[in-house]
């Protein structure tokens, strides 16, 4: 008897620890990551995500980290590295839930990272495919905000274009904010980003 | 390092007390027992490595490498863990330490082979794709490309060691014969790759382009993998997913097209199908030939894709039935004689590529052509149909990133039979079946990101030859700075002669035609511009030489004729420095003579041009959502024999020149309106003459000018791509 609560309790207390040690991780890559330590941010997600193999959010992290950093690259040769990263991180949890709106979505600003890069190239590839991927996010999850603005945005880069009316966009994009407003992450460390980059949109929609 | 332990007083209860202990023990070792781990990552030369990932595995433990390659953590495991240290261009490093006893160690990182920025082998090859590590073209170029019409092989004809053979249409590559070009989908071979055709009257590619997402053409020494080709591969690779459901519809002054693609969760297909009429253009542009009927086809494509866990499945399906009339003029007759051709073709493909086991790749399939020809010359009637299947398995082992090893076994089944009815009754039938069964295996070998190797063999048994050949294929590549490369390449080629020799072989023993080729390459790749030079040898032998006029059952044949090639390739692409500006420049110096046919010497076959040069160029106007294309292809003159003069094959055509022009205007996103017109200047180019057999009253032959059936070519046409999500739309298609 003795034996058995013993093990169990401590069990229980690697377990606990275990916890607090994944909050901590998370906690303190994404510090790293406040401070524009995007490497040493995007390194510690890594990691966690190679401990922690039954939480998708640190390979999340890793793809979202080195694809807005990718962004805001302009040299080819970095660019491929962050996005390769950021595709590879991806992959492996799109493998084990195809259906996450938050993955889907990801794996949209990815293509749409490739797209800003070279429109030329990879527009005429990459666009059908990326309004697919929020077809598909929307149709899973149509109160996520992350989806609603994301779908908005792409359009609206196509929209403007074509000097078509961008209003029904401006529409979605004032309805994500609103959806910002009372969404509710799943954890504490769940995605909940976008609220200021869509209040910035809206701004340039008047 | 002694544990400490906390007594906790008053506790009744042993087993709570225990279990506190415990607990406490386990943190204070976890206290206790931080080491730090140290040292610096460098690359094979000692250059420090910054950014790279250091960690114990399956812990939190680690850090990032500094500008110095320095890297320093606390751990709190004990004995001995598994070090990892990763970076995306190298590969990843895993060591087992005593983390008691790491501090200022350096570690060493190879570099990855598999990075985008590792040597590639490249010579002989082409390559246009979204794979392609470095590809020449675009996939979108070869529909864009002005003066291509769609046709994937008149795409390829702007890329050098090809020749513009403008009254035949096929690719002529490096000084070889068309046939001498092996055609392949998703691997496996497509027996007859080009529409049928009669004397003078170019034909064009069966695929439409838009089904394909890679294609590698490769213009010599290309890999064990492939037989039956003495010049040349071109590799065709099909979608392996569609982007979206969607429905396309084309309008064009040549006919009309509908296609539409469905999506499941593993599953997809595509439809399309196209009904070409030439009528309105022949009414339109003055012609060069008498048409009775214009050219007409109706054709159709299908290609049906599965996702299993571990591969993927397609299945593709062309038909396709072509019909034309025309009264051609012949030198040797005063009345035109007429051709009257009907053709029925049908190709399926299914190919299965999958993984399995550990690092173990397979690649099989099989494919079955039919062709059908009816062909009334006047009131002769030639009937011929052509059976032809290809059995394909191919296994590749990854032993590491730096050695691949591939085997795999080939079957060719040809049968081929032909009907020859004389007006006066009489039956002529020829026909042959030839079975083809080939081993190859081959090594992928990367020495370092430098230096790579293939090193391949291919045997070979053809049972209507009764013949066995082994052939040899070896290539090289070495990268000597960061965007610069060389690469060689030598094979040992054989291919089944022609069928319009073995047919006969009945009463004849024919021998496979054979070539060696040597290339030698050179590759420089930066920031969106390429430039490709390559020089070559080629040396043939074996081939089929004949004693008449043409090529008969009675004739006496042997596989006595030789011949050789050398030449340099010249290609220089850029999109970076203009804006919106996209050009490529394909320049192509051959030097070739060949003793095969009936000729009487060793000379300059007929269809070789000794200079070629192609200019392309895709400017895209925002303001007018257009890209416009101008593609010049120039030649110098060929050769043709002239009866009235002692030595054979002495004469030349003037130069070639052709200015073709496309225009491609978005009306809104998924509608496009496109304009196209071919030789724009209207140049009155001359293929070569065609002399009487026999001379007349004064003993002089007479001529007659090979031209292009009409000066011309337009073609204006409306897509309409309907989808979901209204962004798709057909550029790709034109």
């Given at each position: 008897?003795?034996?058995?609560?013993?093990?169990?309790?401590?069990?229980?207390?690697?377990?606990?620890?275990?916890?607090?040690?994944?909050?901590?991780?998370?906690?303190?890559?994404?510090?790293?990551?406040?401070?524009?330590?995007?490497?040493?941010?995007?390194?510690?997600?890594?990691?966690?995500?190679?401990?922690?193999?039954?939480?998708?959010?640190?390979?999340?992290?890793?793809?979202?980290?080195?694809?807005?950093?990718?962004?805001?690259?302009?040299?080819?040769?970095?660019?491929?590295?962050?996005?390769?990263?950021?595709?590879?991180?991806?992959?492996?949890?799109?493998?084990?839930?195809?259906?996450?709106?938050?993955?889907?979505?990801?794996?949209?600003?990815?293509?749409?990272?490739?797209?800003?890069f070279d429109p030329m190239t990879n527009g005429q590839k990459l666009s059908g495919t990326v309004m697919e991927l929020y077809g598909k996010a929307q149709a899973i999850a149509p109160e996520n905000p992350r989806v609603v603005f994301g779908k908005a945005e792409f359009e609206i880069g196509g929209a403007k274009f074509w000097g078509t009316d961008t209003k029904p966009m401006c529409v979605q994009i004032e309805k994500a904010i609103g959806l910002f407003a009372t969404f509710k992450p799943e954890t504490p460390f769940s995605p909940k980003w976008g609220l200021e980059r869509a209040t910035a949109a809206l701004k340039n929609c008047k | 390092m002694k544990p400490t332990i906390i007594q906790q007083p008053n506790h009744s209860n042993r087993t709570l007390k225990s279990i506190f202990t415990l607990a406490i023990l386990l943190f204070s070792v976890t206290l206790f027992s931080q080491v730090t781990i140290s040292g610096k990552v460098v690359d094979e030369k000692g250059k420090p490595v910054s950014g790279a990932n250091i960690f114990i595995e399956g812990t939190y433990d680690g850090a990032s490498s500094n500008e110095t390659g320095s890297f320093s953590f606390t751990t709190t495991t004990i004995g001995n863990q598994t070090l990892v240290v990763s970076f995306l261009i190298f590969e990843t490093s895993k060591t087992v330490i005593d983390v008691a006893n790491f501090q200022n160690r350096t570690i060493k990182l190879r570099e990855s082979v598999t990075s985008l920025d590792a040597v590639v082998i490249t010579a002989g090859t082409l390559e246009a794709g979204d794979k392609a590590r470095v590809s020449v073209l675009k996939p979108l170029d070869i529909v864009t490309t002005a003066g291509s019409a769609g046709n994937i092989i008149a795409a390829l004809q702007t890329l050098p060691g090809t020749q513009t053979v403008g009254e035949d249409g096929?690719?002529?590559?490096?000084?070889?014969?068309?046939?001498?070009?092996?055609?392949?989908?998703?691997?496996?071979?497509?027996?007859?790759?080009?529409?049928?055709?009669?004397?003078?009257?170019?034909?064009?590619?069966?695929?439409?382009?838009?089904?394909?997402?890679?294609?590698?053409?490769?213009?010599?020494?290309?890999?064990?993998?492939?037989?039956?080709?003495?010049?040349?591969?071109?590799?065709?690779?099909?979608?392996?997913?569609?982007?979206?459901?969607?429905?396309?519809?084309?309008?064009?002054?040549?006919?009309?097209?509908?296609?539409?693609?469905?999506?499941?969760?593993?599953?997809?297909?595509?439809?399309?199908?196209?009904?070409?009429?030439?009528?309105?253009?022949?009414?339109?542009?003055?012609?060069?030939?008498?048409?009775?009927?214009p050219f007409q086809s109706l054709s159709g494509e299908t290609v049906y894709r599965y996702n299993f866990n571990n591969g993927i499945l397609k299945v593709y399906a062309a038909f396709d039935s072509s019909k034309f009339d025309i009264n051609q003029e012949n030198i040797n007759s005063p009345e035109?004689?007429?051709?009257?051709?009907?053709?029925?073709?049908?190709?399926?493909?299914?190919?299965?590529?999958?993984?399995?086991?550990?690092?173990?790749?397979?690649?099989?399939?099989?494919?079955?052509?039919?062709?059908?020809?009816?062909?009334?010359?006047?009131?002769?009637?030639?009937?011929?149909?052509?059976?032809?299947?290809?059995?394909?398995?191919?296994?590749?082992?990854?032993?590491?990133?730096?050695?691949?090893?591939?085997?795999?076994?080939?079957?060719?089944?040809?049968?081929?039979?032909?009907?020859?009815?004389?007006?006066?009754?009489?039956?002529?039938?020829?026909?042959?079946?030839?079975?083809?069964?080939?081993?190859?295996?081959?090594?992928?070998?990367?020495?370092?990101?430098?230096?790579?190797?293939?090193?391949?063999?291919?045997?070979?048994?053809?049972?209507?030859?009764?013949?066995?050949?082994?052939?040899?294929?070896?290539?090289?590549?070495?990268?000597?700075?960061?965007?610069?490369?060389?690469?060689f390449a030598y094979g040992d080629f054989t291919q089944t002669p022609n069928a319009e020799y073995i047919k006969y072989s009945k009463n004849h023993q024919f021998e496979s035609e054979k070539a060696s080729h040597y290339i030698l390459n050179f590759q420089y790749n930066k920031n969106g511009k390429t430039f490709r030079a390559e020089t070559y040898f080629?040396?043939?032998?074996?081939?089929?030489?004949?004693?008449?006029?043409?090529?008969?059952?009675?004739s006496v044949y042997d596989n006595t004729g030789s011949g050789y090639a050398k030449g340099l390739d010249l290609f220089w692409r850029d999109g970076k420095s203009i804006k919106n500006l996209e050009y490529w420049v394909s320049y192509s110096y051959i030097d070739t003579e060949r003793d095969y046919?009936?000729?009487?010497?060793?000379?300059?076959?007929?269809?070789?041009?000794?200079?070629?040069?192609?200019?392309?160029?895709?400017?895209?106007?925002?303001?007018?959502?257009?890209?416009?294309?101008?593609?010049?292809?120039?030649?110098?003159?060929?050769?043709?024999?002239?009866?009235?003069?002692?030595?054979?094959?002495?004469?030349?055509?003037?130069?070639?020149?052709?200015?073709?022009?496309?225009?491609?205007?978005?009306?809104?996103?998924?509608?496009?309106?496109?304009?196209?017109?071919?030789?724009v200047l209207g140049s009155q180019n001359v293929f070569g003459y065609e002399y009487a057999n026999n001379p007349d009253n004064a003993g002089f032959y007479n001529r007659k000018e090979i031209v292009p059936t009409a000066d011309r070519f337009f073609f204006v046409g409306f897509f309409w791509t309907i989808s979901n999500d209204k962004k798709d739309n057909q550029l790709k298609n034109l």
């Open positions: 008897m003795t034996k058995i609560i013993t093990t169990i309790a401590l069990f229980v207390c690697s377990l606990l620890s275990a916890q607090g040690q994944f909050e901590q991780g998370m906690g303190k890559a994404f510090q790293l990551w406040g401070e524009g330590k995007n490497t040493e941010a995007s390194d510690l997600f890594e990691r966690i995500a190679g401990a922690e193999k039954t939480s998708w959010l640190p390979n999340y992290y890793v793809a979202l980290v080195n694809t807005t950093t990718a962004f805001r690259t302009k040299d080819k040769e970095q660019m491929n590295l962050l996005l390769t990263k950021a595709q590879n991180s991806l992959d492996t949890e799109m493998g084990k839930n195809p259906n996450n709106a938050e993955l889907l979505v990801m794996q949209a600003m990815i293509h749409t990272a490739w797209i800003a | 096929r690719l002529f590559v490096r000084g070889g014969e068309a046939n001498e070009t092996q055609t392949f989908v998703d691997g496996i071979r497509v027996a007859q790759p080009y529409g049928a055709t009669t004397n003078n009257l170019p034909t064009r590619g069966r695929f439409s382009p838009f089904l394909f997402s890679g294609i590698s053409f490769s213009t010599g020494g290309y890999s064990a993998e492939y037989g039956e080709a003495l010049s040349s591969v071109l590799l065709l690779n099909t979608q392996d997913e569609p982007d979206q459901n969607k429905t396309e519809i084309a309008l064009m002054t040549v006919g009309l097209g509908l296609g539409n693609t469905q999506k499941w969760k593993k599953s997809s297909l595509s439809v399309n199908a196209n009904y070409i009429n030439l009528a309105p253009y022949q009414a339109v542009i003055p012609q060069n030939v008498d048409w009775n009927s035109k004689i007429r051709v009257d051709l009907n053709n029925n073709n049908f190709y399926l493909n299914s190919s299965y590529k999958g993984v399995f086991g550990n690092n173990w790749q397979i690649t099989s399939g099989l494919s079955y052509g039919y062709s059908n020809n009816k062909i009334n010359l006047d009131s002769d009637k030639v009937a011929n149909d052509e059976n032809a299947a290809h059995l394909k398995l191919k296994l590749k082992k990854s032993f590491s990133d730096r050695l691949k090893l591939s085997f795999g076994a080939d079957y060719f089944v040809t049968q081929f039979n032909e009907d020859f009815k004389e007006n006066s009754g009489s039956v002529f039938t020829n026909g042959y079946d030839a079975n083809i069964a080939a081993i190859y295996t081959e090594a992928d070998i990367f020495f370092s990101k430098k230096w790579a190797a293939k090193i391949g063999v291919r045997a070979s048994n053809n049972d209507l030859l009764n013949e066995t050949a082994i052939s040899p294929r070896v290539s090289f590549a070495y990268k000597m700075a960061k965007n610069s490369q060389f690469s080629k040396d043939y032998s074996n081939l089929v030489k004949f004693d008449t006029g043409m090529a008969t059952f009675n046919k009936n000729f009487s010497s060793q000379v300059t076959p007929s269809f070789v041009a000794d200079h070629s040069l192609s200019i392309v160029t895709k400017y895209w106007i925002n303001d007018w959502k257009s890209q416009i294309g101008f593609t010049n292809s120039y030649s110098s003159g060929r050769p043709y024999n002239n009866p009235n003069e002692a030595e054979f094959m002495n004469g030349k055509t003037k130069a070639y020149n052709s200015l073709s022009f496309n225009w491609a205007y978005l009306l809104s996103q998924q509608k496009i309106l496109y304009f196209s017109v071919s030789n």
